[in-house]
């Protein structure tokens, strides 16, 4: 009997000391907590520069056009560019975040958009590239472009990945919907800096400024430490493999398409809402419409938290997808200005909320030692997405609301999708 007391109480304290929850891993955070606040600072100021860069690509489309003498294809070549990449980052930085880490990899989406910034700037100063409706200089931006947005859009999910590996559970949600807060005070810091630098290549040259502070700021291991002891390396040989093997493989399907539906709509809206309102003669609204839908987005990252905690998530995520279908048709159906910034920030408000939840739940549905792969794998096929979202501008030549008809309808498919295997997804998260 003694013995077996001994053993119960020693098997007592091992449990204890493990955690009760995979994803709780505060147990292995220092316990100071401004080590957590230095962390959040650095993955805040990543997302800020995420969304300057991001507004940028919108805004100078059609100044970019104008000033070099490019034709509608061009320019679809140009929006094609960027979200090809948008879609083609997290796979990749997915994949480097299980074997390059995260701390590099996170550095890395930092410091390349700044680079890409500076050197699109440049561009109309080579003289091969200089020539008015050149495809050389079509070509090299949308590369820019496109090597801008494959880690803009891994630092998205890569720093998801990294604060739910580091953070405590407890301010975990709070702080992740800060974060999502930064895209949008970014596209409004963007507005800002256009007035004062109101020429495409002066704005391009300037956007590189953030990137390099934020480099600067994570380069040191006490404000960004690497979190490799918490996913070893080396713990799965074969991971691939092993997510598509059954339970991983019908929650990586369903949420491939979830997520390939979900993006065609996001990149088509941010590629062709500004276009759509120069086509319709309402240019001098962007300032007006780009503000609201940055306002919408910063209110739908704080309402997603309490939105899923009142209505459960699967409720708010799909109130979420109807709410951007319905804002995006309204938007093609008035030429006012108030109505136009109401209807594109309804749009974005819904968005956010789903976009918010839906990411979150993503990146749950993995285990800690397979995330990286499995987000990269969910993501793969949205490069397609990111080639439908672009093409689709090519539609408004015929007319000019088609494509966002397209965008609505892809919306309302994601969340199809999402509810017919809600239990299997949310059951993973857990």
Request: with cysteine; glycine share 8%.
């Amino acid at each position: 009997e003694d013995v077996v007391s001994v053993a119960m109480e020693k098997a007592d304290e091992l449990n204890k000391m493990k955690p009760q929850n995979l994803n709780d891993t505060s147990a292995c955070a220092p316990p100071d907590e401004k080590w957590h606040y230095a962390i959040f600072l650095c993955i805040c100021c990543l997302w800020l520069c995420v969304g300057m860069n991001n507004a940028s690509v919108a805004w100078t489309l059609k100044d970019i056009a104008d000033s070099q003498l490019l034709d509608l294809r061009q320019e679809g070549v140009l929006a094609s560019g960027f979200a090809m990449g948008y879609c083609l980052g997290p796979v990749t930085m997915g994949i480097l975040l299980d074997k390059m880490g995260r701390r590099p990899t996170l550095l890395l989406c930092c410091i390349v958009p700044s680079v890409c910034q500076a050197a699109a700037a440049y561009l109309v100063r080579v003289p091969v590239l200089a020539q008015p409706g050149s495809w050389p200089f079509t070509m090299a931006l949308a590369y820019l472009r496109c090597c801008q947005a494959i880690c803009s859009g891994g630092a998205t999910v890569s720093s998801k990945v990294y604060l739910n590996e580091i953070m405590p559970i407890k301010c975990r949600d709070a702080m992740l919907s800060i974060v999502h807060i930064q895209l949008q005070l970014g596209g409004m810091a963007l507005t800002v800096c256009a007035l004062f630098w109101p020429k495409w290549q002066q704005l391009h040259a300037i956007l590189m400024v953030p990137g390099l502070v934020t480099t600067l700021l994570m380069l040191s291991p006490k404000l960004c430490p690497e979190s490799l002891t918490l996913v070893p390396k080396g713990a799965h040989s074969r991971p691939f493999r092993e997510l598509l093997q059954t339970p991983h493989r019908t929650v990586l399907l369903v949420l491939v398409l979830n997520q390939f539906f979900h993006r065609i709509c996001q990149q088509g809206n941010d590629a062709w809402g500004m276009k759509f309102l120069q086509t319709i003669g309402k240019r001098e609204t962007r300032t007006v419409v780009s503000n609201v839908k940055f306002v919408c987005k910063i209110l739908g990252g704080l309402l997603a938290a309490s939105a899923s905690k009142h209505l459960g998530t699967l409720a708010a995520v799909l109130g979420g997808y109807m709410t951007c279908a319905v804002g995006t048709l309204l938007f093609t159906m008035t030429q006012q200005k108030m109505s136009l910034a109401v209807a594109w920030g309804v749009a974005y408000l819904g968005e956010e909320v789903a976009n918010v939840l839906a990411m979150t739940t993503l990146v749950q549905a993995f285990p800690m030692q397979l995330r990286g792969r499995g987000v990269s794998l969910v993501c793969a096929p949205n490069a397609l997405a990111g080639i439908v979202a672009g093409s689709l501008g090519a539609l408004s030549a015929y007319y000019a609301t088609v494509p966002f008809v397209v965008n609505a309808a892809s919306m309302v498919i994601s969340g199809l999708v999402l509810l017919h295997f809600s239990d299997l997804i949310y059951q993973k998260s857990q």
